[in-house]
């Protein structure tokens, strides 16, 4: 759980450091990059993947997860990519970052660096019953719970602000956000201690 949750607060905090116009809070946004690139290493370091999968019994929800997983990488990256691809071809920036003051790179740059290959990876592996797919696999639910809830909470913000919702987006992160809690929970009844 640690690693999904440190992975969450690392993402977001790239995104603070290196995109944010330059402000007062400069500092502390890379101090708190730093300090979780460097707790995720650590954290990461001392796991041993054959004892965190000899940890969960054989009645995992493992289909769900690879499945949840999987479509989250396809709909993330076609998503994304698209955009990006759109770009090339007209030379106009996509719509949910036109205006919007931040750049937008570091969000496609981490969707579709990171944050899909790592979905795509954790699901495969899973599927494969292999160690270090269990671990990926929960650590990557986590990661969609906060992300989902953030994107939520965002989106509200927006909606208050005066902001048109986007009724589409809004959706996907309601399954993205419910998906990542209810399979969390569900994937680490089966884990114990």
Known sequence: MWVG?????????????????????????????ATSLFALIALVAGL????????FDDAEPRCPVVLFLGLMALVLG???LGQVLAFFATGVPPELISGTGVSPNFVFALDLGIVVPLAALA??????????????????????????????????????????????????????????IGLSVWFLRHCWG
Do not use: C, H, K, Q
């Not at 929960?138 to 902001?163: D, E, P």
């Open 78 to 80: 076609v998503g994304e």
């Open 123 to 180: 699901a495969v592996w899973l599927w494969r019953r292999r160690s270090v797919g269990y671990v990926l696999s929960a650590a990557m639910l986590i990661l969609a719970a906060t992300m989902g809830l953030a994107l939520l909470a965002m989106t509200w913000s927006g909606v208050v602000a005066g902001l048109p919702l986007d009724v589409g987006l809004t959706v996907l992160w309601v399954l993205i956000a419910g998906g990542g």
């Open 5 to 33: 949750l440190l992975g969450y607060v690392l993402y977001t905090y790239t995104g603070a450091a290196f995109a944010y116009t330059f402000n007062e809070f400069f500092l502390l946004y890379v101090s708190l990059f």
């Open 48 to 55: 041993d993947a054959g004892e965190a999968r000899r940890r």
